[in-house]
Every structure is written in structure tokens, then in C-alpha cells.
């Protein structure tokens, strides 16, 4: 069974967040981040419905988006990544050894997102036309 692929559009300001993070477009959980935001962003704050969204989109399990995601959110944590939000939200809130749950991690770039007035983001099926 052939793979479908996918692909985030209005997305460059995430786009650029994560890659500033250390989060790179070769892992799932980047693909699932992206998702992830919007969906906090557009319908629900809890973040077990938020997987069970994404997975939903996606054809994966809710616990498969979860651990991608996890995967992701850790991997910017151990380059101390997270103090580059510094600069997006103008204070001091993160310091080197801040941790961010995948909950908080994606309502922090969210909130972001609603505080510039960014676009909102879509998932959309590569072999599908789009605008």
C-alpha cells in the first residue's frame, strides 16, 4: 500500500520556528507539529483530543503522533533550542535548562502564531490541487 503524503500550506512562520528549533521536515514529528498547532489553534486545548486529530488527518494512531511529536519537542530541548523563543515573545521566559511538554511546547509556538495574526495553516494531500 502506497504512502500518502502530505504537506502544510500557509505554514512558513511555523515552518521557520521549528527549523530555528533544531526540528527538521526529515521527521514526522515536524509534519505532526504543524498540524498539531493549527488544530490548537482552530478547535481545542486539550492536547489528547489534538492527537487523536492529527492521527485522524494523518491515518496514524493517536500514540504514534504523540511519540513522533515527543521525539521532536525532545530534541530541541538538548540543544537548548527553546531559549530562541526568547526572541519571539520579547522576555526572558525560557532559560538553558527549560523543559516544555509536547502540550506546552505547542501552545507556546500557537499563542505566538495568534499574537502576529500569522495565517492559518492547512493539511493538504500532495496529490490533491491546491491554492
Known amino acids: 500500500m502506497e504512502e500518502v503524503q502530505y ?7 511555523a515552518q521557520k520556528l521549528l527549523l530555528d528549533l533544531g526540528i527538521y521536515p526529515d521527521k514526522k514529528g515536524y509534519l505532526y507539529l504543524l498540524a498539531a498547532i493549527q488544530y490548537f489553534r482552530d478547535r481545542t486545548k486539550k492536547i489528547s483530543k489534538i ?14 503522533v504523540e511519540r513522533c511529536i515527543r521525539f521532536s519537542v525532545m530534541k530541541a530541548y538538548f540543544s537548548s533550542a527553546f531559549t530562541k523563543l526568547n526572541k519571539c515573545f520579547d522576555a526572558e521566559i525560557f532559560k ?3 523543559y516544555l511538554s509536547n502540550g506546552d511546547f505547542i501552545s507556546m509556538i500557537a499563542t505566538y502564531l495568534d499574537m502576529i495574526s500569522a495565517p492559518n495553516m492547512k493539511v493538504v494531500s500532495l496529490d490533491r490541487k491546491f491554492e
Not at 8 to 13: D, G, M, P, R, T
Not at 51 to 64: E, P, R
Open 7 to 13: 504537506k502544510v500550506v500557509n505554514s512558513e512562520i
Open 51 to 64: 492527537y487523536s486529530l492529527v492521527g485522524n488527518t494523518f491515518g496514524k494512531k493517536a500514540i504514534n
Open 96 to 98: 538553558k535548562d527549560t
